[in-house]
């Protein structure tokens, strides 16, 4: 495993923290969790990476302190595994993990999906839309990590428009998970076009105000996705 580039991670926690202070979350602790889960999303801590506590703690301006504990949920939740009296090592993708990921989203998926239908605007519609839009400009341009990043927006979107905080917050670190796998796949996966054609065909039976036909096409479009996947990280030395 290559040695990390502080410079680049530094400065690239320093912009994710700066957000954080102005949604004004200041708990040490907390933002040693949300910044290195982040950096675990994105990449900047790959699968398999190993990292010093008080490295880590360099790379976040923080004592020691706050990321122990930061370190000690992202254990809990699946991210990171500690080392006792060193460290972490950042959680490798595992086929059989992701599967069993996959076995919840696809389901809370057709949920948001339904419930969204219901409630949703014609307004917040029009925003699913333009995801859409912005997704095909940038497969377009040949840009797979912006892709990417705008369709989590297209499911996250829903899942808001579903207006249940509860499913929102039990979607949201399973969501992380797989949009890493996402990033970690996406080089090796066949061009993204089928996933426009199924995004436009969600929104048009939203728009008909058809919540079982919501529910149905997005849990094929997450089944889809799952295959594709699971069958690359198998594939992977």
Known sequence: MKE???SALSQNIQLFLDRLDKNGESRLP????????HAIRQLELPP????????MADILGMSRTPVREALVRLEME????LIPRRGFVVAPIV??????IYDVVEVLDGVSGSL??????????DRLDQLIEEQEKALELGDLLAWTDLDEQFHQLIVDLSKNPRLRGVMDSQSDQLYRARLYTIKFRPNPTRSIVDHKAIVAVMRATEPDAARTMLQSHRHRARGEILEIIRSLP
Do not use: I, K, N, S
């Open 116 to 125: 969204a239908t219901m409630r949703a605007t014609p307004e917040e519609l």
């Open 48 to 55: 398999g990476q190993t990292v010093l506590e008080r490295e």
């Open 4 to 6: 990390l580039d502080h």
């Open 78 to 81: 699946g991210w990171v595994r």
């Open 30 to 37: 907390q933002r040693a969790y949300f910044a290195t889960r």
């Open 95 to 100: 086929a059989d993990d992701l599967q069993h």
